[in-house]
T-cell receptor
């Protein structure tokens, strides 16, 4: 079992729709959870972090964490073609080391 | 300053060359990292420096040699690389609290695209 799992996609959504990206993790001791966006050929960019169960909203982005189910998700409302990228889920367990999932490729079509 | 600066952005080197990648941050972050990323794969951790000391080496071949001269700088020295080492090399930093808890994740530099010929 991989430590952090994501569906590789592509996830295709129409412009204006809600994109839902999911991530599961195997270590129950994980404490910090992050979503990174990576455009092709570019470096990852942190878009959301979440540490407690529940929802955290920032603009069009909402991160959701359920530690009991070992599940973290990212919702993107009013998806735009510029949101088309690979979204990396990353998890930390009280170390200086982030564990990345393989990423989900999101395609938003006009 | 909220950036991690990497130089050079692109590097082509022969298998017998010696080159260095440089990374600099002025955010007061005390943990710095080197990652390697191949196309369509997630970043793969190579080294972690915490408070200027090497804390994690993910069994990286000795042809990659990291160096942390001070809290703002991180180098990766390259020697006798192989074509399969061609990749995007990413530097990152984070606010390590010493307990190892990441507060705000990593800030990545823009990367160095390395091609070994």
């Amino acid at each position: 079992q991989k430590e952090v799992e994501q569906n590789s996609g592509p996830l295709s959504v129409p412009e204006g729709a809600i994109a839902s990206l999911n991530c599961t993790y195997s270590d129950r001791g994980s404490q910090s959870f992050f979503w990174y966006r990576q455009y092709s050929g570019k470096s990852p960019e942190l878009i959301m972090s979440i540490y407690s169960n529940g929802d955290k909203e920032d603009g069009r982005f909402t991160a959701q964490l359920n530690k009991a189910s070992q599940y973290v998700s990212l919702l993107i409302r009013d998806s735009q073609p510029s949101d088309s990228a690979t979204y990396l889920c990353a998890v930390n367990k009280n170390t200086d080391k982030l564990i990345f999932g393989t990423g989900t490729r999101l395609q938003v079509f006009p | 300053d909220t950036e991690v600066t990497q130089t050079p952005k692109h590097l082509v080197m022969g298998m017998t060359n010696k080159k260095s990648l440089k990374c600099e941050q002025h955010m007061g972050h005390r943990a710095m990292y080197w990652y390697k990323q191949k196309a369509k794969k997630p970043p793969e951790l190579m080294f972690v420096y915490s408070y200027e000391k090497l804390s994690i080496n993910e069994s990286v071949p000795s042809r990659f040699s990291p160096e942390c001269p001070n809290s703002s700088l991180l180098n990766l020295h390259l020697h006798a690389l192989q074509p399969e080492d061609s990749a995007l090399y990413l530097c990152a930093s984070s606010l390590s609290l010493g307990t190892g808890t990441l507060q705000d994740g990593y800030t990545f530099g823009s990367g160095t695209r390395l091609t070994v010929v």
